[in-house]
């Protein structure tokens, strides 16, 4: 079965750079999720998106910026990269049915120098 | 205040031996769901079992089954035969009823238990 995608899997920027996480849900799923993990931290809900609209949003930072596109995959822009920014990016997908499940993604886990 | 607390910070267990993950909650929600995920330190987020709060029946999956006391506000997990491959962080996570017209709504974590299985 089809799964969520990220890319890329792993990225080591410098400070002040910017970086771009790629989402693709799964397929005719119609809502995509980011999720923030620190070290040692659990997940934090950054931002999500139904139907190519922003449907909620976290604590997301104002460097940060994130959308859906046409095809329903999502982009999350960072930039001005912070130390603090290192951490596992989840992306997450779901169909807009009720309280169910959210598949995850594997993660992009980002690096700050 | 935190919505979800999970109690238990690390946990240790014998091979074969079942154990259970404490889950509390807070919401005033009628509607909402619990989830449980398995995080190996490769670092995926693994969808163990989910609780809808009018599911009548505690949910099972497999080995995994999750002990729901609505009056208390506990979503306990309880993992039976633990096995090595059992060792790994486990989150308990809450999704609330909709408050925007567009779409699901977040999942909230708690804290998470790491587990780890002695042979």
């Known amino acids: 079965a089809a799964g969520v995608i990220q890319s890329p899997r792993h990225l080591i920027k410098e400070k002040r750079e910017t970086a771009t996480l790629k989402c693709y849900p799964i397929?005719?799923?119609?809502?995509v999720y980011w999720y923030q993990q620190g070290p040692g931290q659990d997940p934090q809900f950054l931002i999500s998106?139904?139907?190519?609209?922003?449907?909620d949003k976290g604590s997301i930072p104002d460097r940060f910026s994130a959308q859906q596109f046409s095809d329903y995959h999502s982009e999350l822009n960072m930039s001005s990269l912070e130390l603090g920014d290192s951490a596992l990016y989840f992306c997450?997908?779901?169909?807009?049915?009720?309280?169910?499940?959210?598949?995850f993604g594997p993660g992009t886990r980002l690096t700050v120098l | 205040a935190q919505k979800i607390t999970q109690t238990q910070p690390g946990m240790f267990v014998q091979e074969k031996e079942a154990v259970t993950l404490d889950c509390t909650y807070d919401?005033?929600?009628?509607?909402?769901?619990l989830f449980w995920y398995k995080q190996p330190s490769s670092g995926e987020m693994i969808f163990l079992i989910y609780?809808?709060?009018?599911?009548?029946q505690n949910a099972t999956e497999g080995r995994y089954s999750l002990n729901f006391q609505k009056a208390r506000k506990s979503a306990n997990l309880v993992i039976s035969a633990s096995q090595l491959g059992d060792s790994a962080m486990y989150f308990c996570?809450?999704?609330?009823?909709?408050?925007?017209?567009?779409?699901?709504?977040?999942?909230?974590f708690g804290t998470g238990t790491r587990l780890t299985i002695i042979p």
């Open positions: 997450a997908s779901s169909v807009e049915t009720g309280l169910n499940e959210q598949f």
């Open positions: 397929p005719r799923h119609d809502t």
């Open positions: 998106f139904y139907e190519k609209m922003q449907s």
């Open positions: 919401t005033s929600d009628q509607s909402y769901g």
């Open positions: 609780q809808g709060s009018y599911d009548e």
């Open positions: 996570a809450m999704r609330e009823a909709f408050i925007s017209n567009f779409g699901n709504e977040k999942l909230t």
